[in-house]
T-cell receptor, first 115, second 111 residues
Framework: GAVVSQHPSWVICKSGTSVKIECRSLDFQATTMFWYRQFPKQSLMLMATSNEGSKATYEQGVEKDKFLINHASLTLSTLTVTSAHPEDSSFYIC???????????FGDGTRLSIL | KQEVTQIPAALSVPEGENLVLNCSFTDSAIYNLQWFRQDPGKGLTSLLLIQSSQREQTSGRLNASLDKSSGRSTLYIAASQPGDSATYLCAVRVGGQNFVFGPGTRLSVLP
């Protein structure tokens, strides 16, 4: 089945650091990738949607200058949390979809802890 | 604004029981609905995808139904096993790209 790889799975860093998370579709071309955020015991909240070669579309309340998304190829999207602070600590999950009628496939998530 | 709810929030059953998880959504104009499983600290595993024109989908011991007009979907798990213990999320896709998730049902299957 379709596989989405997310890296790193866990990162701990100091406040003020920028952190990059990668999301790769390993066996299909992902025309659309999504980035979600999940707080403990809560459901996933969509942060942004990115189509290959286009600028990402951010959900209301998500700062585009803080969460930089790049979808430069059909198999790779990156999320960079710039100048991260403790309140950015969360579980970030990406997903990818091959076509509009296809299911989304999710990565295993990245647990980000900002000290 | 689309809202998705799931009932029950948590469920504990003995091994071997059949069970039903419920998902409701407020706006019937959905593109599709997808059921996922999430293990603690992990990402999501897609279980079943139902397009808006479909009524149900089956995979192994899982059966998902969709009633768009009433804004409901159910996930039926037959002959539950301890390995089925996880959080089950339903999500509806609305219009272009958006995927709205429910809060999930935490399932525990006791051996």
């Amino acid at each position: 089945g379709a596989v989405v790889s997310q890296h790193p799975s866990w990162v701990i860093c100091k406040s003020g650091t920028s952190v990059k998370i990668e999301c790769r579709s390993l066996d299909f071309q992902a025309t659309t990738m999504f980035w979600y955020r999940q707080f403990p015991k809560q459901s996933l909240m969509l942060m942004a949607t990115s189509n290959e070669g286009s600028k990402a579309t951010y959900e209301q309340g998500v700062e585009k200058d803080k969460f930089l998304i790049n979808h430069a190829s059909l198999t790779l999207s990156t999320l960079t949390v710039t100048s991260a602070h403790p309140e950015d600590s969360s579980f970030y999950i990406c997903s990818a979809r091959q076509g509009s009628a296809q299911p989304q496939h999710f990565g295993d998530g990245t647990r980000l802890s900002i000290l | 604004k689309q809202e998705v709810t799931q009932i029950p929030a948590a469920l504990s059953v003995p091994e071997g029981e059949n069970l039903v998880l419920n998902c409701s959504f407020t706006d019937s104009a959905i593109y599709n609905l997808q059921w996922f499983r999430q293990d603690p600290g992990k990402g999501l595993t897609s279980l079943l995808l139902i397009q808006s024109s479909q009524r149900e989908q089956t995979s192994g011991r899982l059966n998902a139904s969709l009633d768009k007009s009433s804004g409901r979907s159910t996930l039926y798990i037959a002959a539950s096993q301890p390995g089925d213990s996880a959080t089950y999320l339903c999500a509806v896709r609305v219009g272009g790209q958006n995927f709205v998730f429910g809060p999930g049902t935490r399932l525990s299957v006791l051996p």
